[in-house]
Nanobody, 126 residues
Framework: QVQLVESGGGLVQAGGSLRLSCAAS????????MGWFRQGSGKEREFVTA????????YYADSVKGRFTISRDNAKNTVYLQMNNLKPEDTAVYYC???????????????????WGQGTQVTVSS
């Protein structure tokens, strides 16, 4: 069982930056693929980015490539999402997700993840 707690959300102006954190419980954090998803108001949840167990491989949605960076610190059981050059369309609740058995082919599929955080609100004003 893994428990995930996101933090770092808030209100920022367009062009600004935020860093989200997701702290995970459990001793086997380093064996999990970690992902970030988001859900805007009235929209379906969408994939943002994911990172493999050792941080060597990362994947991004086209909408955030070049602006967002995912990273992880396995010693701290934490995954981060650095968001730069934020846009109003990035406004959403951001969720951290984890799973031990996801292939690179399915990292973007939310139903592949077994564990989810409660979400943190990111609001970008224009």
């Amino acid at each position: 069982q893994v428990q995930l707690v996101e933090s770092g959300g808030g209100l920022v102006q367009a062009g600004g930056s935020l860093r989200l954190s997701c702290a995970a419980s459990g001793r086997t954090f380093s064996s999990y693929v970690m992902g970030w998803f988001r859900q805007g108001s009235g929209k379906e949840r969408e994939f943002v980015t994911a990172i493999n167990w050792n941080g060597v491989q990362a994947y991004y949605a086209d909408s955030v490539k070049g602006r967002f960076t995912i990273s992880r610190d396995n010693a701290k059981n934490t995954v981060y999402l650095q968001m730069n050059n934020l846009k109003p369309e990035d406004t959403a609740v951001y969720y951290c997700a984890a799973d031990r058995a996801i292939s690179t082919a399915t990292m973007a599929e939310d139903d592949e993840y077994d564990y989810w955080g409660q979400g943190t609100q990111v609001t970008v004003s224009s």
